[in-house]
């Protein structure tokens, strides 16, 4: 009923930037809180970043200062700007989304992850 599809992975230098995107397409009435987590090999699935329909943001202490979380409610879309990308930060981006289904009810979505690869 609804799918998100996540974009701008790959492989950057240490130092370098990358901006994630993923766009929610279905049977969407509104989208509530957007996020990206990530998962490293051998890692547990963590949360990147969050951001509310009214604008909230929280971040991983990791990534704070050099990430930032964006949505457009009008596209039904959130990015993720990585600056001063690490190693460590080398992992599968997910993004998640709460939906409100135009029949009403409501579902957690999750992408099918991009691999972020931060080498030199």
């Known amino acids: 009923q609804v799918q998100l599809v996540e974009s701008g992975g790959g492989l950057v230098q240490p130092g370098g930037s990358l901006r994630l995107s993923c766009a929610a397409s279905g049977m969407i009435f509104s989208i509530s809180a957007m996020g990206w987590y990530r998962q490293a090999p051998g890692k547990q699935r963590e949360l990147v970043a969050a951001i509310t329909r009214g604008g909230s943001t929280n971040y991983a202490d990791s990534v704070k200062g050099r990430f930032t979380i964006s949505r457009d409610n009008a596209k039904n879309t959130v990015y993720l700007q990585m600056n001063s990308l690490k190693p460590e930060d080398t992992a599968v981006y997910y993004c998640?989304?709460?939906?409100?289904?135009?029949?009403?009810?409501?579902?957690?979505?999750w992408g099918q992850g991009t691999l972020v690869t931060v080498s030199s």
């Open positions: 998640n989304s709460g939906v409100v289904l135009i029949s009403g009810g409501y579902l957690e979505v």
